[in-house]
């Protein structure tokens, strides 16, 4: 994750700089700087919760339960910002969870594997809840942060973001390579050790979809964040039968048509 706050702080100076033509921002606080460094450790939190959390389950049940994440942004969302819901919304983001989590288990399935494959631990369920409490928690922090200084322009706001987590990111990696002495058979540090042109490829699109995430934070919600992430779902099902030959069955219909439906019940009309 380090590789990808790096790439979004670069992205973001270059396009601060087009948008500004080279002038920037004078009338920044400390204070201000301060407020990110809130979602940054929340985000970091979140990621390094995500990879230690795979050694007490499997990885489709750590993808299903993820799915929990909708309705608990949902719930922070209206209690930490006040954004009030009706039932019918309410309705809709429990449809909407209902979706994601019939496509994660498809998934599955269309690998012929079964139920009785899938496992966790009680440690496992404890950790899961809390990553998807803390990168609610992140989210909706970020909304706020974003939002309370709507003047200021976001590539500068994504650059004090990304300032803590690379700040953080890096805190970590000295931990682990000094710390602990991970080092390689000649006894040297690399920095991007094992990183392969998939990994990089990974890392682009990382950074892609940290940028676009920030935007609809911005000019639009969490709620709007969390249907773009459900539709994203069913778009990856479908590249995966384009590229991977999966085949669909009925749990990805299913999804699908509840992903619709909860948009008609959050967006339609009354």
Not at 31 to 46: D, K, N, T, W
Request: hydrophobic fraction near 50%.
């Amino acid at each position: 994750m380090g590789s990808v706050a790096e790439l979004q702080f670069l992205v973001s100076w270059v396009m601060l700089i087009w948008q500004t033509k080279g002038k920037l921002p004078e009338d920044v606080s400390c204070r201000s700087f301060l407020h990110y460094a809130v979602p940054g450790l929340l985000y970091s939190a979140s990621n390094n919760l995500s990879m230690m959390m795979q050694v007490y389950m499997d990885p489709t049940t750590f993808q299903v339960l993820s799915n929990l994440k909708i309705g608990i942004t949902a719930v922070l969302y209206w209690g930490f910002l006040r954004r009030p819901l009706t039932l019918r919304q309410w309705i809709a983001v429990g449809i909407l969870t209902m979706a994601g989590t019939l496509d994660s288990y498809g998934s599955y399935v269309s690998k012929g594997k079964n139920f009785s494959e899938l496992y966790i631990t009680i440690t496992g369920l404890v950790m899961i809840i809390a990553q998807c409490v803390v990168s609610g928690m992140a989210s909706v922090y970020a909304e706020y942060i974003l939002k309370k200084q709507k003047e200021m322009s976001l590539h500068f706001q994504n650059i004090m973001l990304y300032t803590w987590l690379i700040i953080i990111n890096t805190s970590f990696w000295i931990y682990e390579e000094v710390v602990h002495e991970d080092k390689d058979n000649t006894g040297k540090f690399h920095l991007f050790r094992g990183y392969t042109l998939p990994t990089w490829m990974i890392v682009v699109t990382q950074v892609y979809v940290g940028l676009a995430m920030s935007f609809i934070l911005k000019h639009g919600s969490n709620i709007t964040r969390l249907f773009v992430v459900s539709s994203s779902l069913s778009v990856t099902t479908v590249l995966s039968v384009l590229v991977f030959g999966l085949h669909l069955n009925s749990f990805f219909f299913t999804s699908l048509g509840l992903l619709l439906v909860s948009l008609y019940l959050f967006h339609g009309g009354k």
